[in-house]
């Protein structure tokens, strides 16, 4: 939880960041399990998937291929047009 607390000052950020040691929440959404990394190996963790989940619960939008560069830019676009 301490790096969670210095990563929300460091950025300044304005809400709750959570902690899944376990895994738990990300093995509910299917974003735990074996990934690529750049230089081609294999590693089991997170994937860097996003989700949008509306006031009721239910996911609305599931993006997998995220590419960090565009991918603020293609929620606030998908949140807008869900508006």
Known sequence: MEAQAAFKAKN??????IADPDHKVADLFGAYG???RPNGEQVQGVMRYSYV???N???T???Q???PATHA???LDTLG???
Do not use: M
């Not at 300044?12 to 960041?17: E, I």
């Open 53 to 55: 989940i509306d006031p």
């Open 73 to 75: 830019k293609e929620l």
């Open 65 to 67: 291929q995220v590419d």
């Open 61 to 63: 939008h599931v993006f």
């Open 34 to 36: 074996w990934r690529t």
């Open 57 to 59: 619960g239910v996911v």
């Open 12 to 17: 300044n950020l304005p809400f709750t960041l």
């Open 81 to 83: 047009a869900a508006a």
